[in-house]
């Protein structure tokens, strides 16, 4: 990656700071201050910087979201960006996909999470296995992705998928 991506790297209980390319969001209606030093963000009404119930959070991830920022992955952290977008869409409050972004070996790596909504609801009227397969092909899903979304749709382990889709 030439230029870092907008990205979140860490949602505190006042503003969500960001990092890399903010070019896309200037001027987008969204208002981004110098929180301190060279660290940009947003601030927003403290409550508990992971509370669902705060609308005003909600409000802006999703609306990054929406834009194309990246959320940041970062095991050191208690709920990193990552894992809070992840929880969002466990609650299913963001019904879509969204980008993380991590360091690993010396560069920088970008993973897409998908809600899988579509294939839970397909597995509720009996679609199989091998049936959602050819459907998250055609959906454009690539083999990662279609392993994850077995994973989380049937609730298997990653030996229990390949027994399944082994099956004739």
């Known amino acids: 990656m030439n230029k870092l991506p907008a990205y979140i790297p860490i949602i505190m209980a ?3 700071r960001l990092k890399g390319d903010l070019s896309m969001l200037k001027g987008n209606g969204i208002n981004i201050v110098s929180i301190f030093d060279d660290c ?6 403290e409550l508990d910087c992971h509370d669902y ?4 959070l909600l409000e802006l991830v999703l609306e990054l979201n929406n834009k194309g920022v990246f959320f940041s992955e970062d ?3 208690t709920c990193s960006p990552a894992e809070f977008m992840k929880e969002l869409q466990e609650k ?3 019904k879509g996909s969204f980008t993380s972004i991590c360091w690993m070996n010396g560069e ?3 993973k897409k999470h998908h809600t899988y909504l579509k294939y839970k609801n397909l597995k509720k009227t009996g679609t199989d296995i091998h049936k959602m ?7 454009g899903l690539d083999l990662v992705e279609r392993f994850d979304m077995f994973k989380i749709v049937f609730e298997l382990n990653a030996n229990e998928v390949k027994s399944e889709l082994n099956k004739n």
């Open 75 to 77: 095991y050191k952290q």
């Open 14 to 16: 006042d503003h969500i």
């Open 40 to 45: 940009m963000g947003i601030k927003y009404s």
């Open 133 to 139: 397969s050819a459907i998250a092909t055609e959906d």
């Open 53 to 56: 119930q705060n609308t005003e």
């Open 92 to 94: 299913e409050i963001l």
């Open 108 to 110: 920088w790596k970008l």
